[in-house]
Structure formats: structure tokens, C-alpha cells
């Protein structure tokens, strides 16, 4: 997979067109709250094999950190690798802006995930667009 900051007005539209379908099509969060007011305040990421997009990720830098957001791999593609890394570049990115560490909001089902690339619970479980999340943290 080669990943790609997103520049051009056709690679923002595939790292939607990616997050639309893992997102809203897959675990049914409302369109009105995957596309948020954050949009263009973030650094977007779109993983592509060959021409085909099929990874996703945005990046925002907040006090301290950088936070990794509505990171995802269309299902055919889950298991090979390219969730790691989507991970690994933003975090390249995030290190490259003297950010110390990484932060985000784990789905619950990939927490498990997250700790075998080296990142921590922080939080109790809460519920975002009615999936099941917990904060973790990373020093990068």
C-alpha cells in the first residue's frame, strides 16, 4: 500500500469515499457526524493499492499531540498489514512536527490492536456514534 497525504481535491474525495464506507455503510454512523466541522482543520491520509483507495486516516495536532482520527481499512483489505501502516506514517508525520506523542479514540474492538503497536488505555469505555471507544496514548 502506498499512503499519501492527501493534496488534491480527488484524493480527499477517495479518503472519503473510504471512511463513507467503512464508517456509515459498515457500523451505520450517521453521515452528518463522519463528515464533521473538523474536515479542514486535519492533515488526511488515503492508502492506496495500486489505483484503489482502501485505506483512510485524519491527523489533527492538539496542545501537545498529535490525534489520529477516523483511521480505517475497507474490510476486503483488514489483516494485511495496512492498518499498521496508516498508523506508522501518521505518526512519522506526527514525530516530524516535534509532537511527543500520539492520541486517539479506539473503537473497542481494535483496543487490542492499538496495544500491539505500542499504545495505551487511558480511559474508562464511552459510547461515540453509538460504538464503543476508549482513549489511548502513545509516546512517539
Known sequence: MEVKIAKTDEQQQDAYRVRHTVF??????PPEI???????????????????????????????YGKLERVCVLKDFRGLQFGKQMIAEME???????LPKAKLNAQTHAEDFYKSIGYQTISEQFMD??????????EV
Open 24 to 29: 456509515v455503510l459498515e457500523q451505520n454512523v
Open 34 to 64: 463522519e463528515i464533521d466541522e473538523l474536515e479542514n482543520d486535519s492533515t488526511h491520509f488515503i492508502g492506496y493499492d495500486g489505483n484503489q483507495p482502501i485505506a483512510a486516516g485524519r491527523l489533527r495536532y492538539v496542545e501537545d
Open 92 to 98: 512519522n508525520v506526527i514525530r516530524s512536527k516535534g
Open 129 to 138: 456514534a453509538g460504538i464503543p471507544h476508549v482513549t489511548m496514548i502513545k
